[in-house]
């Protein structure tokens, strides 16, 4: 990832320089976790009885757990490191919420241990950790650090497999990710109307077509989409036959001149969610706004996390 630095019509290549130690990565993101990944830090340098010395742990937006490895090198190991580590949350989770109420205090919402995340950061990785990575639901994020301090993370793309179509010629494609969440989006829609369904499944549809950075994974209220973090959530609400739609601003500000969507209070928690709608098939057929209106909102949402 070259880096380069303008001076009018002038470009010069900004060296890389590496940090001192491990240490130094690991204290700088630890830092700065909520600027970088939206998530809040509870504790590093954790030890278990059994599973060893965890990194860092710190909760999403979605109140899921998150584990983070740091590798200041290409190395081998560390995802298998994580996966001990996750599975101690999952035993554990008692001692788990026990830290983050310590650290965050008793106003947090319910933590969601069904879906925990794994987040490793380093300079390279393998073929090896990009398939063990895929099959753990593991986020793999390269850095590199400039000599005039800027730090850049991106995500690692996901393993790629030779694929032979069936007249006989062969291409590379990447292995899609199979999300694996604990209610599946058929489960979110039972007891849905046919044009709830059908309104849902033309905004998935849409929001996922944004941007091939765009995933989506389910909680057992909602189903969210996220890039590094999540940007929109929506939940089925079959009693008033529409959608719920929860909405990333920054500093609440959002194009929305129909004046569809309404401010969500603080003590909700939902950070930069900080907007909602609800989008109903009635109020579209009557024509008081349109499904383009709602998908400008959602792409808006989106480009707030780039």
């Known amino acids: 990832m070259p880096a380069f630095k303008r001076t009018g019509k002038k470009l010069k290549k900004v060296n890389q320089k590496g940090f001192k130690d491990e240490s130094e990565l690991h204290k700088l993101v630890d830092s700065n976790l909520d600027e970088i990944f939206k998530i809040r830090y509870i504790k590093d340098e954790h ?5 060893g ?5 710190g909760l999403d937006e ?6 983070i490895e740091y590798k200041k090198t290409k190395e081998k190991g560390h995802l298998v490191q994580a996966n001990r580590y996750m599975t101690w949350i999952r035993q554990n989770p008692d001692s788990f919420e026990l830290l983050a109420t310590k650290n965050l205090g008793n106003n947090i919402n319910p933590i969601d241990f069904t879906n925990p995340r794994i987040i490793c950061l380093a300079q390279e990785y393998s073929i090896d950790d990009k398939c063990l990575a895929l099959a753990l639901g593991a986020e793999l ?8 301090g800027m730090l850049m993370i991106i995500r690692e793309e996901e393993p790629e497999q030779l694929v032979k179509s069936s007249r006989g010629k062969t291409t590379i494609e990447k292995i899609k990710r199979q999300p694996q969440p604990p209610k599946t989006i058929e489960q979110h829609l039972k007891g849905a109307s046919d044009e709830l369904t059908e309104l849902f499944y033309t905004l998935d549809k ?3 077509d944004i941007s091939s950075e765009v995933e989506r994974y389910t909680t057992q209220q909602e189903i969210i989409y996220k890039t590094s973090v999540n940007f929109a ?4 609400q079959n009693r008033k036959n529409c959608i ?5 601003t920054e500093g609440d500000k959002i194009k929305d001149p129909r004046k569809l969507t309404s401010k969500i209070p603080k003590t909700f928690g939902y950070g930069n969610i900080t907007r909602r709608l609800f989008v109903s098939p009635k109020n579209i057929n009557e024509q008081k706004y349109n499904i383009e209106d709602v998908l400008d909102l959602l792409e808006e949402s989106y480009n707030s996390t780039q």
Do not use: A, D, Q
């Open 62 to 67: 979605s109140n899921r757990p998150v584990i």
């Open 47 to 51: 030890i278990t009885e059994k599973h």
């Open 141 to 148: 994020w390269k850095y590199r650090f400039y000599e005039n």
């Open 53 to 57: 010395r965890i990194e860092t742990i």
């Open 233 to 236: 959530y929506l939940g089925i």
């Open 206 to 208: 849409k929001t996922m």
């Open 244 to 248: 719920r739609c929860l909405l990333r």
